[in-house]
């Protein structure tokens, strides 16, 4: 076989290499694309609600726990807890203080406990939902609307929504972020 | 690695007649001949195989007893990564593309490699990336505590250990794709006249297609180690949460090649099966092209499977359906390969020498660990079993008593062949044996411990795990121990011995026990013609 067609087969296939590692940067925007499609990560839109029918019979405690990562903020809520009835549209406030020398943008971060209480917590509103940018020394309070899906499983009595703020990296001045 | 002047194909250079070539140390520097790369090829993977093996034996010193006794945490993390990646990319990957070196041009019937410069390159590539490796050891911070799979957030907190296993990745890889960019234009291209694809021995076709998946999922693995170096030093968020980055990304695309990467790892040890196990049944393969159909079908299904890896990650239910029957499918495939095998031996005249011993072995204790696969890949099961030791378990029976067991049935096949002598039967059962009960011995065990829930990558335990992590001890030692058997065996072989025929094996039919034994340095200049 000629040493022309070996050499056609080399560059060909170094072609197909050479592609694929460009295939492996396109799976970067190919996840956020099917994520986005499937609805997974959408951290940052309001959940639908679909059954606001409220049920009277239960009252479930929700605690509101507060925590702030490696920032000179200071992040409470202003009720600690709400026995609420599912169905019922509530309202929690959160009061975050940057006792920083600088401007600075958090983004909050929310997890469940029980962790499947999750599915059936729905925010129509949250802070969470956007970066928090802070002048020196400026403090704000942040609203959460949310409404506990009537479905959730009767052994669950009290749900911990528990947020966590995170400093935007590279964001100090306040311009939005990559 | 001074072992690589013993010429092995010294003896091979006389019967060639040909003297024109530089000698010493420069000739397997210079060498562009497959036989020498080949043969260079498999003892790199020897040594790495021990360095991976020294790790291994520390790991499971450590774990004799519950407590710290020999190493630090950070240092015991940092053993169980570079562990994997020297065994993985050090051991099993080029003793793979040793026998491929070796075998296929004189399989098919070719002269040499078709680039005969670049299979050099391919080959010198490795030592530098195994020492940048090893390096990571001893620089501040020492190697990436991750484990092999390398997943952010930690792979990116660590110190430069982890900058040097990237270059080493990327060294490496750029090794594998002209390895199998030579494999591919040789099988394609330099067949003997007559030699159809269909007719070719089926250790090629297995190398033909593992090729096509290296040259596919290499670059990916390059471009996921890249982007995490970016990470790292220059202000890119892929992986990056606090950059808006994802970490699930990272697993998405590093196991888009870590699952190929898996079967890239056992196809040539399938081919090498399905030579050894015919000649010593003396009956042609049963089914041959239904055995290469299987090879291209699990090669595609591997594309399919990745994230099998992520069970826990949180995938859509949809996702976690597809992703499980996906990789159940990939039973039937195999399953075809290894009922052709028993149909291959059925009613044969078997006998029992050491290559036998070792395909039986695969066979037996391969499938095993085909089944815990199965298992594993029932996700709900899986979420219990996920960073167990029983996922230890499982692919320790697929890559040691699979692949591993796999080179040593080729090795003894081809050392007549390779050497111009054959080897010491009893030394080589003794090793066969010894391989094959203290594999037991070591690995059984961390399915009991999987189950009960004993994590992997911890180097303490709970109490109650106790006595089986002994027991897995002292397997590793014996298992370690056999393979000085090995080294033993190889080398008495390589110095001396019974003369071999050209075709030691009654039962052997493919082209390269037509040449005499040792196999000359120059082999096929030209070409023979298959009928």
Redesign the interface.
Known sequence: ?SER??RR??VR??A??????????A??PL?YTVCDA?G??DLGRPDAVVNTQVDATRTVRVQFDTNVRSMGWQFTALERTADIHPGAVTQAVFRVVNSSGRAVTGQAIPSYAPRLAGEYFRKVECFCFQRQTLAPGETRLMPVVFVIDPGLPHEVATITLSYTF?????TGDGQT?? | MSSITQPIGGHADVAGGHEHHPSGIMRWITTTNHKDIGTMYLWFSFTMFIVGGVFALTIRSELFEPGMQIVTPERFNQLITLHGLVMIFGALMPGAVGFANWMIPLQIGAPDMAFARMNNLSFWLLPPAAIMLLLGLFVPGGAPETGWTLYPPLSIQQGMGMDLTIFAIHIMGASSIMGSINIITTILNLRAPGMTLMKMPLFCWSWLITAYLLIAVMPVLAGAVTMLLTDRHFGTSFFNAAGGGDPVLFQHVFWFFGHPEVYIIILPAFGLISEVIPTFSRKPLFGYASMVYALCAIAILSFLVWAHHMFTVGLPAAGILFYMYATMMIAVPTGVKVFNWLATMWRGSITLEAPMLFALGFLFLFTTGGFTGLIVAIQPIDVQFQDTYYVVAHFHYVMVAGTLFAFFAATYYWLPKWTGHMYNETVAKWHFWGSFIFFNVAFFPMHFLGLAGMPRRIPDYAQQFTNWNQVSTVGAFGFGLSQLIFLYAVVSCIRGGKPAPAKPWDGATSLEWTLPSPAPYHSFPTPPVVQ
């Open positions: 076989m067609e070996n087969l080399l296939l170094g197909v290499a050479v592609a694929m590692f460009g295939f492996g940067y799976l970067v996840y499937l997974l990560r995170f400093e935007v990296e590279g972020g990559a």
